[in-house]
């Protein structure tokens, strides 16, 4: 039985913590750590972790816990690689929500941390733990939509204008960025899991509804790859209804998350048909059917990955480098909005990007933070946005 210690118990530990409990004899949660111990005496006594011991900080935890097996990092993001790496040092695997770090210098130390331990680190990048993503890369690979043409990617949230009052959210220092870098993650690390690394990025980014922040809450980015193909991608949380969705297009079709299918087919003049390809729409829709759904989805999915990889000595599907090439365009995102250029990437290690405080030093403060609330009611698990195989809030 592996023996997990959770660092962090805010709203996004409760996803964790329902993950390992689902997973039965595989594991055990054993402790919990928060800088404020009645959040994690609150957690223990909500799951019934009557095993789990209370500490304030990872580095006690780590000190009086040799037994731990995993250790699983639930803070706010200006400390993750501190956390991961102590705990990597300490011969503990690691399981680190997103983002992985805040820069791809602190990325680096992460995976350098990993290799020189032999231990296993993940990043937390759930919506591959989707049937809809999972089914959907499965008709991508397939090639039958053949050549990737575009992509649209709408990352679309909703946060009232109080969600930034939480003491670390909304500065560029504790949160590391706004929508961005926090909300549209999830859905940049799905399309360069799907299509690919981009070559170049462009963006720009604002503020147009929460006055309490210091960083965006809205940004619109184009990546182009090698091959020419072009995505837009939308980072929000201002839209209503959060009406979230993938759409690529092939030369042959259109597929996308919520799924959906078209394959046009040519006039002799060029304009497209009023009856399409249903051969090939059928050819796909079968493809995306018969895929098997997942057991498991979202972070329990991703938990259950983390744990096989422990128990059978296999790379977990999201390592430190996939962890970081999701940082890596959201870096070039950012980078671009405020120099206002077209950056290329990968990004350099002597570039003021990559370095941690580069960004924090140049990113520019649409307002300043107004409010500071240490910590906010609970309601349980964050959501997580639109489960596309229903259409219904996850």
Not at 16 to 22: A, C, F, K, T, V
Not at 191 to 208: D, K, R, T, Y
Not at 295 to 300: I, P, S
Not at 361 to 366: I, K, M, V, Y
Request: charged share 20%.
């Amino acid at each position: 039985m592996l023996r997990v210690a959770i660092v962090g118990t805010g709203n996004i530990s409760h996803n964790h913590i329902q993950g390992y409990l689902e997973m039965g004899a595989r594991c055990q949660i054993v402790a919990l750590v928060d800088i404020y111990p009645e959040k994690a005496i609150e957690k223990k006594e909500r799951y019934a972790l009557h095993d789990a011991r209370v500490y304030s900080s990872h580095q006690q935890m780590l000190d009086n816990e040799p037994d731990v097996d995993i250790v699983d990092v639930c803070t706010p993001p200006y400390v993750h690689a501190e956390i991961s790496i102590d705990a990597l040092h300490a011969g503990k695997h690691v399981l680190c929500e997103k983002p992985m770090a805040a820069s791809l210098e602190e990325c680096d130390a992460m995976i350098a941390a990993q290799q020189a331990s032999g231990k296993t680190l993940s990043v937390i990048a759930q919506n591959r733990f989707t049937d809809a993503f999972w089914r959907l890369k499965a008709a991508v690979d397939s090639g039958l939509a053949g050549k990737i043409c575009h992509a649209q990617v709408d990352s679309f949230w909703w946060r009232g204008h109080c969600y930034y009052d939480l003491w670390w959210r909304g500065t560029w220092e504790k949160e590391g960025g706004g929508c961005t870098l926090n909300h549209a993650v999830h859905h940049i690390d799905a399309i360069q899991w799907m299509l690919g690394f981009p070559s170049e990025v462009v963006a720009m980014m604002s503020n147009v509804a929460h006055d309490n922040a210091e960083v965006e809450d809205l940004s619109a980015a184009i990546f182009k790859y090698p091959s020419g193909a072009l995505t837009q991608l939308t980072a929000s949380v201002v839209h209503h209804g959060e009406d979230q969705k993938m759409v690529i297009q092939g030369e042959k079709a259109r597929i996308s998350a919520p799924w959906d299918v078209f394959a046009s087919q040519s006039a002799d003049n060029g304009f497209p048909q009023d009856t399409h390809n249903a051969a090939l729409e059928d050819q796909l829709s079968t493809l995306f059917r018969v895929t098997p759904r997942l057991r498991w989805t979202l972070h329990t999915g991703q938990i259950d990955n983390f744990l096989t990889a422990l128990e059978q000595q296999t790379p977990p599907l999201v390592d430190g480098v996939q962890g970081k090439r999701s940082l890596e365009i959201i870096t070039a995102i950012y980078k671009s909005a405020i120099t206002r250029t077209v950056v290329t990437l990968p990004i350099a290690s002597d570039d003021v990007f990559y370095r941690t405080g580069g960004l924090t030093a140049r990113a520019p403060h649409f307002y300043e933070k107004s409010a500071s609330v240490a910590n906010f009611s609970e309601v349980g698990a964050i959501p997580l946005g639109k489960n596309f195989d229903t259409g219904a809030a996850s």
